[in-house]
Structure formats: structure tokens, C-alpha cells
């Protein structure tokens, strides 16, 4: 989900951007009104949507009724065609071609609305875009008519999932999501072992992917965001080949890849150009989801342990999408989300949008904590370079596979 997790830095980029004058950047546009409704406090551009599902589904897995009008501002942002855009400043005009609507957003509304229920409606024509966008080999790429990823794959399967629908009989000329994922599944021997890739790259060839693997593991078993621990516990992952290839195998292999990238220090690492390595705490985050739902919660305790005591800082400066990433994880792992490192997830998230309907626990923390912080300025230094827009953001997805 790194697209995501880079869009609060992006929209404040393009804030800023003017005023680096060194650079010559794009002049930015205005930075649309934050509606009412909506979580979190940066400009929604590119993941109003995205930010609002998670925090809706993380509010629902742990017994949060959500406020209505934030689940009103979700459900308006659906195009009359049943998908939806990042964001949607004005929701009362009609959609058209300028509205640039992709897979994610549509599928991680789905998820959400799904999972509160009452929305069957919205869901319904939701999945019915998603159907008439799959590609030919079975998969979904970001925009209507992109060449196939794991990572869009996997949310639309969780979509598919949460809506009452059988993947594998979701097919495009003979072939199903799981069709598509095989194929981007690295195979056991060489470097990256049992991985998924984001894309192939131009010539064809597969590299592998952390963030790509996390959502993988995830989608060829058939679960989403809120995935839930293997119902028995397996022995430590291990990459095979053997056999006939599967989507179970496939899951099985990039959990493999995934503990032996965390076996060392606990985290995934983030690269960026002109940057050393970083930890990646959002795609750690996700990887912990991975491997409880692939092995369960004690194959995940090693990444989990270090979310617990290193999460604080990333989370306040990211905001909601970032708390309920965490909150997936602990429901994945069976720990106490209001007790998640010392802090209540639960509090944090109910505080960074319009106060829920109702909850199990008094919150203890009212105020409302900035999702903006300090830690997006080593992004700017590097991202200003690139240029500002949604040819960025996209362009940001296929530049995670290798050449």
C-alpha cells in the first residue's frame, strides 16, 4: 500500500512545493476544503477515500459504530457508474471523463461498506464496475485497462471477498484473480524466493516485492484489510515448489519470503532514491497481517513486537490510514488494539474524524491530533525533483518493480 501511505506526503508536497527555490516545481493547485465528514486532516487528493474506508472498517472490527455522516461522505463519493475516485471534492456533480476513478479506492470503499452492512446498493454497483474492468489474464490493474498488479489484485479480492462473492468464479476469459496472482509469484530458488512481484517488468521478468507480497499473501487466500489469523497455527513457512501450484502454495511461499525479511531486525525497509534504507512501517504492518493470516499470530509475533514499540511517531504523522493499518494488525494477531505498545489505537483513530455513533471504551483522548508532521520532509527533498500530480502518484506504483 505504499501509494497510499505516500499521499498525505504528495499533498503536502504540493503545498509546499512553491517554496523551495531551487526548484522549479508545478504551481500547485488549491488545497481542497476538508469536508466534515472525512478522517484525517491533510489534503484528500489523492486518498480521501482510501483513508476513510480503512478507518471505517478498522472502527468496525473493533465493535466501533462510526459516525453516520462519515459513512455518508463515503457512500457520496460514488461515481453513477459504481466506482470511485480518490477523492471527489464536489460529489454533486456528476462524474465524467476527467474524474479519474481507479480499482483501489473502489475496492477498499467496498470493503468498508460491505462490513457495516446496510449498503448493497453501493457495494453492488461497486463490484459490478470492478467486474467490468477485470483484465483478460484475471487480474486488476490501478486504472481501468492497466496491465495487471498483485497489490490492485489483492484489494479487489478482498473486495469480491467481503461482498459475498467467490473469487475464483470471478473470471475474465476463463481466468480468476488467483489466475493472475500465480503468475506474478516468484518461484522457490534464486534471489526472492517464494515473493510476488508488483508487474513484470518490460521484459517480462518478476522481482520481488515486499509490499507487493504482503497484499499477495493476503489475496490469494482470499481475505481482506481485516483478515483474520489461519484457524490452526502452521509450522514456520517454508518455500516449495513441489506440487501442484496453488493459491494456499502461493500464500504459503510469500510468507516464507516475508519471515525471512523480517527474520533480522523485525521490519521491512523502505528505499527511496538519494535515501538509505528506512523502515517501512506500514508495509510492516501489512506483512504482520500476512503471515498471521497465512500461518497465524505466532508466525507474525517478531514484526509485531517491533510495531509495538516503534509505531508512535510514523502513525501521529500519518494519520488514520496509519492507525487502522495497526489496528488490522493486532485483530490479525489477537492483541489488544486499546492497549497496542501503551497506547489505545482505538481512541487515537476515533480522534482523528467526527466522533463515532458508539464504541465499547471511552476514548481518552479527544483531542484531535494532526495526521501532518515533520517526518514528510525528507520526502519533499527527494519527491519535488519528480515533478507534482496524479501522473506522479500513479507513475509511483510501477516504479516499485525493478528492472
Known sequence: MNVRRNAAALAAIAVIGTAAPAVAAPSPSPKPAI??????????????VWRQSLAL????????????????????????????AAFRATPE??????????????????????ALGGHDDVTGKAVAWLKSVQNKDGGWGYTPGGPSDTNSTSVVVG????????????????????????????????????????????????AA???ATAAGVVGALGQGFAAKAAATAGTAAHCTGSGSATPERAAANGASYLAGAVAKDGYLTSVLPGSTDQPDYGNTADAVVALAAQGGAGQAQKPLRWLEGHFEAWAK????????????????TGTDPRAFGGVNLVDRLNAAGPAPQSAEHKS????????????????????LVAGIGVGFLLSGRRKKQQP
Open 35 to 48: 469536508p466534515s465528514g472525512l478522517y484525517g486532516s491533510t489534503d484528500p487528493t489523492y486518498d480521501g
Open 317 to 332: 504523522q500519518s494519520g488514520p490510514a496509519a492507525y487502522a493499518q495497526l489496528v488490522f494488525a493486532a485483530h490479525a
Open 159 to 206: 473486495a469480491l471477498t467481503a461482498a459475498g462473492q467467490k473469487p475464483a468464479a470471478v473470471e475474465k476469459d476463463g481466468r480468476s484473480a488467483y489466475d493472475a496472482l500465480l503468475k506474478l509469484a516468484l518461484p522457490c530458488g534464486g534471489d526472492g524466493a517464494g515473493a510476488f512481484a508488483y508487474q513484470p517488468d518490460k521484459k517480462g521478468k518478476l
Open 93 to 114: 456533480k456528476a462524474c465524467d471523463a476527467k474524474v479519474m476513478v481507479d480499482t483501489n479506492s473502489t475496492a477498499a470503499a467496498v470493503q468498508a461498506l460491505a
Open 209 to 211: 516485492n515486499a509490499d
Open 364 to 383: 481518552t483522548h479527544a483531542d484531535r491530533k494532526s495526521d501532518a508532521g515533520y517526518g514528510v520532509w525528507w520526502f519533499v527533498g527527494v519527491c
Open 57 to 84: 472498517l478498522a472502527q468496525h472490527t473493533v465493535g466501533v459504530r462510526p459516525a453516520a455522516k462519515a459513512v455518508d461522505w463515503l457512500t457520496g463519493q460514488q461515481c453513477a457508474n459504481g466506482a470511485f
